[in-house]
Each structure stands twice: as C-alpha cells, then as structure tokens.
C-alpha cells in the first residue's frame, strides 16, 4: 500500500507565506509526476501545479507567479511554496502522485493524500 501523507497546512494571514509538503511512503518503484489540487467548499476540485520527473513545471493561472512547486527524488517528496497568500486561496490541498508500485501489479496510477487545511485570513 502506498501512502500520500500530507502536512504544512495552517492559518495564515493574507499575504503572506505557507509550505505544504507530501511524502509518498510504501513500495515504489518510480513516480513519474506529482501535483497539488485544491477544493474550496462548494467547488470542484481544481489542479493547482504539477512536476514531472524531469522538474517540468507547470502552474494553473490563478497562482502563477505566486506558487512553487518542487520535488526531491530522495524523499520521495513534493512540495509546494505558496507566497503572497490571497482569501481566495482558501481550499482543502491535496496531493497527488502517478507512480508504479514495486509489486504486482506494477503499473502506474494516481495516489492521492488525505488533504490539508489552508485558511487565509483577510
């Protein structure tokens, strides 16, 4: 079994700073990209920003220039700086993970963590 674990989430005031991270643990054999989506109440869930083994990155255009997203292979973790906090980035994140499970069956799929709370106060 694979599991996504979560953590970084929290209060914060608008403007300002958060990092979230994601570690993925169990038998795995490679994971070839890593995202974050959030859901705000009453929302879909929406992708935030992925990265792909080669560090390609991509961001949706409400966070563009104000998210990072970073990976470190060692770790097999996946974070994602977010700056210049707005209320609207209000949301349950979740993580994300398409990786191939070192057991059978051996092919890739997307794994996804619990969630965590990001509250940005006005």
């Known amino acids: 079994q694979v599991q996504l674990v979560e953590s970084g989430g929290g209060l914060v005031q608008a403007g300002g700073s958060l990092r979230l991270s994601c570690a993925a643990s169990g038998i795995i054999a490679s994971i070839n990209s890593m995202a974050w989506h959030r859901q705000a109440p009453g929302k879909q869930r929406e992708l935030v920003a992925t990265i792909t083994t080669t560090d390609r990155t991509s961001y949706a255009d409400s966070v563009k220039g104000r998210f990072t997203i970073s990976r470190d292979n060692a770790r097999n973790t996946v974070y994602l700086q977010m700056s210049s906090l707005k209320p609207e980035d209000t949301a349950v994140y979740y993580c994300?993970?398409?990786?191939?499970?070192?057991?059978?069956?051996?092919?890739?799929?997307?794994?996804w963590g619990q969630g965590t709370q990001v509250t940005v106060s006005s």
């Open positions: 994300n993970a398409n990786l191939v499970r070192d057991r059978f069956p051996a092919y890739a799929r997307d794994y």
